[in-house]
């Protein structure tokens, strides 16, 4: 059996990175327009982003769900008009998400809202210390994402 490191420094930071993950969550669904959750928003963003026209699996891979959560997410964004997820033309079995104008509008709308949240952020911090710490962050996400199953 390993023994435990005797510097916490490792689960302290993803302690913090934790609560962070949770106190940002609750800000902005405090805020989300149409009632979007975290996890919609990051679909929605997504496939602003990166383009749309991925399959549900393809989505439920890049955030680490299950297939059964992300198509619970996707019939909310469907049914609220924020996408569409169609049959996929190439292959007969599988589905594609594409984003609707609607979709595209609320992520927007989102971005808006959020903008007073992150203003505050830089009020409190300095922006050179977000930047700073983006380069590790990167890193460490890329390590971990490459370590995945």
Known sequence: MTKPPQDPALFTFFNE?????????????????HGLTVSQFSVLNHLARLG???????????????RGAMTNTLAK???SGFVAVRPDESDGRGKQVFLMK??????SEALEVLS????????AFPEKDFR????????????MDAARD
């Open 102 to 107: 609607t979709g595209a509008k609320a992520r």
């Open 52 to 66: 749309d026209g991925k399959s549900p699996s393809h989505l439920a891979t890049a955030f680490q769900v299950t």
């Open 77 to 79: 964004l469907e049914a």
């Open 132 to 143: 700073a710490a983006i380069p590790f962050l990167a890193k460490l996400r890329e390590h």
């Open 17 to 33: 990175i934790g609560i962070l993950s949770q106190l940002s969550s609750n800000a902005f669904e405090r805020v989300m327009p």
């Open 116 to 123: 007073p949240l992150l203003q505050d952020l830089l009020k």
